[in-house]
Nanobody, 125 residues
Framework: QVMLVESGGGLVQAGGSLRLSCTASGRTFGNYVMAWFRQAPGKEREFVVVIGRTGSNTNYAGSVKGRFTISRDNVKNTVYLQMNSLKPEDTAVYYC??????????????????WGQGTQVTVSS
């Protein structure tokens, strides 16, 4: 069992930045592919980015590529999402997810085993 806890969400103006963190319990963090998804009101959960077990491979959604950066620290059991040049359309609840059998190409929510509770990101225009 893995517990994921996100933090770092908040309200920011368009063009601003936020850094999300997701800390995992347990000693096997390095065994998991980690991803961020987001869900806006009335919309389906959407893939944002995934990072491989060692942190050397990443895969971004086109809508965030060049603006968001994912990283992980396997000693601190934490994955980060640096979000720059934020837009109002980035407003959503952001969830981190862990997948034991997922590949770095995994973009579907059902490929992940564990989820955090989510953190709200609101970008004002």
């Amino acid at each position: 069992q893995v517990m994921l806890v996100e933090s770092g969400g908040g309200l920011v103006q368009a063009g601003g930045s936020l850094r999300l963190s997701c800390t995992a319990s347990g000693r096997t963090f390095g065994n998991y592919v980690m991803a961020w998804f987001r869900q806006a009101p009335g919309k389906e959960r959407e893939f944002v980015v995934v990072i491989g077990r060692t942190g050397s491979n990443t895969n971004y959604a086109g809508s965030v590529k060049g603006r968001f950066t994912i990283s992980r620290d396997n000693v601190k059991n934490t994955v980060y999402l640096q979000m720059n040049s934020l837009k109002p359309e980035d407003t959503a609840v952001y969830y981190c997810a862990a997948g034991s059998g997922a590949a770095v190409t995994a973009r579907s929510w059902y490929e992940y085993d564990y989820w955090g509770q989510g953190t709200q990101v609101t970008v004002s225009s």
